[in-house]
């Protein structure tokens, strides 16, 4: 019954249409870019013309990726990113805490927020933020555990594989196709990806023609602490 739920919550937005393939899915056509939530630095206000552009605060740059939510339905929810849905090799996979099951009572009240925290030294050397191995996590304000980056192995390799036609959409990968011995459920839509700077991220999922529907967003952050001696 978990598919039926996030269909109810995830899809209402999108004009189904079917595709023939070897598990259950529904796609459209590609969106247009309209972000359902604010973003994590929308405040960061423009330098005047009479400032200096090395103490103007620099402003955060955007674009439009493919995130996929999958997981099996009593294991946890992964993450991933990807610029081209046709590579197999995402930017970004990361597998989160949060189990389908809780992601679906979540997802009832139409607004998912899931924040990563990452703490370092300022004399720490500054590695990119999508490389730090571990996160502490929260959904909704609510710290679920930790989240763990992970490299893509052929298991993962081979559900994106299969999900390469599949532009937006939810639906069930079953066993045998790509998900090993066990049902797969996935979300599938376009993110703008924001980077507000060294230390701040988000993906923001988009949904199509301006309609109001599930806003969900996943932010990576990191904070410095001062050495104390």
């Known amino acids: 019954m978990a598919i039926d739920t996030l269909r109810r919550f995830f899809l209402p937005c999108f004009t189904p249409t079917t595709i023939t393939k070897p598990y259950t899915t529904t796609t459209t056509n590609q969106t247009k870019k309209n972000r359902s939530s604010t973003s994590l630095n929308q405040a960061t206000s423009p330098c005047s013309s009479t400032s200096s552009s090395a103490t103007a605060p620099p402003r955060p740059s955007k674009q439009m990726v493919i995130g996929t939510i999958f997981g099996n339905r009593r294991g946890h929810v992964w993450?991933?990113?990807?610029?081209?849905?046709?590579?197999?090799?995402?930017?970004?996979?990361?597998?989160?805490?949060i189990s389908t099951n809780s992601l679906v009572h979540e997802m009832r009240n139409g607004l998912v927020?899931?924040?990563?925290?990452?703490?370092?030294?300022?004399?720490?050397?500054?590695c990119p933020l999508r490389s730090i191995p571990l996160f502490t996590a929260f959904c909704n304000g609510r710290k679920a555990g930790f989240a763990?980056?992970?490299?893509?192995?052929d298991s993962v390799r081979n559900i994106l594989q299969t999900m390469q036609c599949v532009t937006v959409g939810a639906g069930v990968i079953p066993s045998g196709f790509g998900s090993d011995?066990?049902?797969?459920?996935?979300?599938?839509?376009?993110?703008?990806?924001?980077?507000?700077?060294?230390d701040s991220e988000?993906?923001?999922?988009?949904?199509?023609?301006?309609?109001?529907?599930?806003?969900?967003?996943?932010?990576?952050?990191?904070?410095?602490l001062g050495n104390n001696r």
Do not use: W
């Open 148 to 153: 763990a980056r992970r490299r893509a192995g």
């Open 181 to 198: 011995s066990e049902e797969l459920m996935y979300m599938r839509a376009n993110f703008e990806h924001v980077v507000g700077n060294a």
């Open 113 to 126: 927020r899931i924040a990563l925290e990452s703490t370092t030294t300022t004399s720490s050397p500054t």
């Open 79 to 97: 993450f991933c990113i990807q610029t081209d849905r046709t590579h197999v090799k995402p930017i970004l996979l990361l597998e989160l805490p």
């Open 202 to 224: 988000s993906f923001h999922l988009i949904n199509p023609d301006e309609s109001t529907g599930q806003e969900l967003s996943v932010f990576l952050l990191r904070s410095r």
